[in-house]
């Protein structure tokens, strides 16, 4: 990994975030010392593969795709640092990613587009703003998703709150609907769900530090439950093998319907991560 791939907002006070232009993937949340992102031991950085941990970024599709690879073609393209670490009065620091459609990425999905990630370090809290903008003349329908891993000391104790009575897809179980009836979520097996339309905020227990960890979000309505487990994870050459204890995917996103975009619109998200008690 070199230097100039990665940008760094720097807070001091141990509070800092790296992003990684392949992808604009967010490697790193260190919040008063305390990491709360997973990269996996066996993340692979060549530029090539999709990094395995951080925050992937997924676009223009959410899982297997006709057009192209798992989840789209964002978390594999470099972006570019249109703004540069920028502190503002309050200390607050901010950077901002673009990509745009290319000859390459025209020849699987024809489409025009730009797409703008605006990170915001906060003390406690980190922003992510994702806009997509259609600038050709046709429409286009995509779906997308901050695939964020969180790094936590035991993944059996995590819970996840705001989920109960939710209507979810269950992708282990050949994308069976079902309604979850916890009030708390925790994971003991693999897991792999797509909840659909769901609150804006989930409580996240237990993670790292022993905290809690508030993700609220903005029009992205639904929710991705996500753990490989133990014998999916040894299966998986860039995740080390017990790596699966110590990473938990809670991801927002809009992916149970495709959203339509017309031209010379655009499409507005936001994740917030807000470290509680
Ligand atoms: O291995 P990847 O392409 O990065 O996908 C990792 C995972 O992403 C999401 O969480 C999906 O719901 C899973 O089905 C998928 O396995």
């Known amino acids: 990994m070199s230097a100039t791939d990665v940008v760094t907002l720097d807070r001091g006070n141990g509070t800092s975030c790296r992003i990684h232009r392949f992808g604009a993937t967010v490697i790193s949340w260190m919040c008063k010392n305390e990491e709360h992102i997973f990269v996996s031991s066996k993340a692979i950085f060549d530029n090539k593969k999709a990094i395995r941990g951080g925050i992937p970024i997924v676009f223009p599709n959410f899982g297997p795709w006709e057009c192209g690879p798992q989840h789209g073609f964002a978390r594999i393209r470099t972006w570019q640092l249109s703004q540069p670490p920028t502190k503002d009065s309050t200390g607050n620091i901010m950077a901002t990613f673009t990509l745009e459609d290319t000859e390459d990425t025209r020849k699987m999905w024809n489409h025009r587009f730009k797409l703008t990630y605006k990170m ?24 997308c998703l901050l695939h964020t891993y969180f790094r936590v000391p035991d993944v059996r104790t995590v819970t ?9 897809t269950d992708k282990v179980k050949d994308d069976a609907k079902d309604v979850e009836q916890r009030d708390l979520v925790s994971i003991q097996e693999n897991v792999d769900r797509v909840y659909i339309d769901t609150p804006t905020e989930h409580a996240i227990g237990n993670t790292a530090g022993g905290k809690t960890l508030l993700l609220q979000k903005y029009n992205l309505p639904d929710t ?4 490989p487990w133990q014998e999916k994870a040894a299966a998986m050459a860039d995740l080390g093998d017990d790596d699966y204890v110590t990473m938990v995917c809670v991801e927002a996103g809009a992916v149970a319907t495709p959203h339509t975009l017309a031209p010379s619109h655009s499409f507005q998200a936001r994740q917030t991560f807000v470290v509680s008690a």
Do not use: R
Request: net charge negative; charged share 20%; aromatic share 14%.
């Open 160 to 168: 996840i709150s705001s989920l109960k009575g939710l209507t979810y």
């Open 224 to 227: 991705v439950v996500w753990n």
């Open 120 to 143: 915001t370090l906060l003390e406690e809290t980190l922003q992510m703003e994702f806009t997509i903008e259609n600038t050709g003349t046709e429409e286009f329908a995509f779906t």
